[in-house]
């Protein structure tokens, strides 16, 4: 079965750095894109980063810019996000997201999320 198991949340202090990864099994995860998202409580999730099926391509929100990258592996089925600079308001949960498209269906998987908390 399809499988998204994240690890690397904790506590950091504010400034401070995390790297978050991902671990898939269960699909054919070189075809697809994976993503890290982000849900506060009492907010909507919001994409945190994207890296292409290959990996030749990784896209950030303007507001995550510099501040984190995302790599995969695809020989070891694994993504990864360095997080620096952490700061209060990127306490939240983080999930893994795997995505493909076809013209039959949409393939979308999901972990089961790690907290990151910043704070002093």
């Known amino acids: 079965q399809v499988q998204l198991v994240e690890s690397g949340g904790g506590l950091v202090q504010p400034g401070g750095s995390l790297r978050l990864s991902c671990a898939a099994s269960?699909?054919?995860?070189?075809?697809?894109?994976m993503n890290w998202y982000r849900q506060a409580p009492g907010k909507e999730r919001e994409l945190v980063a994207s890296i292409s099926a290959a990996g030749g391509r990784s896209d950030y929100p303007d507001s995550m810019k510099g501040r984190v990258t995302m790599s995969r592996d695809n020989a070891k089925n694994t993504v990864n996000l360095q997080m620096n600079l952490l700061k209060p308001e990127d306490t939240a949960t983080y999930y893994c997201?795997?995505?493909?498209?076809?013209?039959?269906?949409?393939?979308?998987?999901w972990g089961q999320g790690t907290q990151v908390t910043v704070s002093s």
């Open positions: 997201n795997a995505y493909r498209w076809s013209p039959e269906r949409e393939y979308d998987y």
């Open positions: 269960g699909f054919t995860f070189s075809s697809y894109t």
